[in-house]
């Protein structure tokens, strides 16, 4: 897989995730799939992402940086949002929020395999404190 090739596959990921379009998520993610060391498969992966949704109703991810070294991938994502409740542990309730997420997958037959995130949580924390 070429690295042209691979940015294109990861920009209609993102795609898929903004429209919702759960149905499609299969063409991107592998039934197998693993998040942060945890065996989620495809349907937890989604579940992941519907509850992320529900969590947070404006959410959309934003690519602002992009690196491919196939089969790998590193993304840094932005956000904007304004969570309901508690969100990682943090009372946002509803107050809008800007943080970035670094991520990184890996890739099989075009799909990916395994995913890396971390979350600027220090970034949430410091808007609500001041």
């Known amino acids: 897989m070429t690295q042209r090739l691979l940015g294109e596959i990861y920009r209609d990921y993102i795609a898929c995730l903004n429209r919702q379009d759960w149905p499609t998520l299969e063409r991107f993610v592998d039934d197998a799939v693993v998040h942060n060391n945890r065996q989620l498969g495809l349907r937890g992966y989604r579940a992941m992402l519907q509850r992320n949704f529900a969590e947070i109703p404006d959410l959309a991810f934003n690519i602002d940086l992009v690196i491919c070294d196939p089969p790998r991938l590193a993304s840094r994502l932005c956000f904007d949002c304004t969570p309901r409740g508690d969100f990682l542990g943090v009372a946002v309730n509803g107050r809008r929020v800007s943080f970035a997420e670094n991520v990184f997958y890996e890739f099989a037959e ?3 395999v395994r995913v890396w995130s ?8 410091a808007q609500l404190a001041g």
């Not at 971390?118 to 924390?125: M, R, W």
């Open 110 to 112: 075009s799909r990916i």
């Open 118 to 125: 971390v979350i600027d949580k220090a970034a949430i924390e």
